[in-house]
């Protein structure tokens, strides 16, 4: 019964919230975090965030490696621009490279139909604006019915589930956190392909703490540094 009144008070706050989410990080200039496979430090995902009146503007950087016996197994890089207006989504662009693959996503949104366009490496096409670019650090993620692959523009329906209010502890801080977990509405879907990912965000803030799933090992995104 406890835990049905939490789902319930959570949702209805989340409701109450829903115009309001790229407000909530008004303060924040910079987010870094350390990217971990089987518990070894591996890379960074970084957001810069630049407001120039109405605007705003995230640029984001991700780069990672494996190696073994000092050797590269797998390299990844990603820098992406995401756009907003009067905190509206306007528009998105990436280019990723995979492991020497090249993958890319371009995204506008029709100024007559507010439908969003988009021009990537897996899907093109027009979608509904009511849904999200998958870069997890706008918690208005947890409401939306499918996000928008940030590498290749692939649509990603998703189920998200509320597991509970949890501590968490990075370094020496502790966080009060939301738990979530992001899996595909699309059983059919190869493994590879399948959303199944946990992620934190704090309870008062919304700030995005960590993020965890297991494919190919265990990895987790841990929130390093706030500017």
């Not at 350390?34 to 890379?43: P, V, W």
């Not at 918690?139 to 501590?167: L, M, P, T, W, Y």
């Not at 992620?199 to 993020?211: G, M, Q, S, V």
């Amino acid at each position: 019964m406890k835990k049905y009144l939490l789902s319930i008070t959570l949702i209805f706050f989340l409701s109450l919230e829903i115009n309001a989410h790229v407000e909530h990080y008004s303060k924040y200039n910079y987010l870094e975090y350390e990217l971990f496979r089987n518990n070894k430090s591996i890379g960074f995902h970084k957001y810069n965030f630049y407001r120039n009146k109405d605007n705003l503007t995230i640029n984001n950087e991700v780069s990672f490696k494996i190696t073994k016996l000092g050797v590269d197994l797998y390299k990844y890089y990603a820098k992406g621009v995401e756009k907003y207006k009067n905190g509206v989504f306007v528009g998105f662009n990436s280019e990723t490279n995979q492991n020497k693959k090249e993958k890319y996503v371009n995204i506008t949104l029709d100024s007559i139909n507010k439908n969003l366009i988009i021009d990537g490496s897996s899907f093109k096409g027009k979608v509904d604006n009511d849904l999200i670019i998958g870069t997890w650090w706008n918690h208005e993620i947890v409401q939306k019915k499918a996000q928008i692959s940030a590498v290749s523009g692939r649509i990603i329906e998703q189920n998200v589930k509320f597991i509970g209010k949890e501590d968490v502890k990075i370094g020496d801080k502790v966080y009060k956190t939301l738990r979530f977990n992001f899996s595909s509405s699309d059983t059919s879907l190869s493994k590879d392909k399948k959303l199944n990912t946990d992620i934190w965000y704090e309870e008062n803030t919304f700030l995005w703490i960590k993020a965890a799933f297991d494919k190919t090992g265990y990895w987790e995104y841990r929130l390093k540094k706030v500017k």
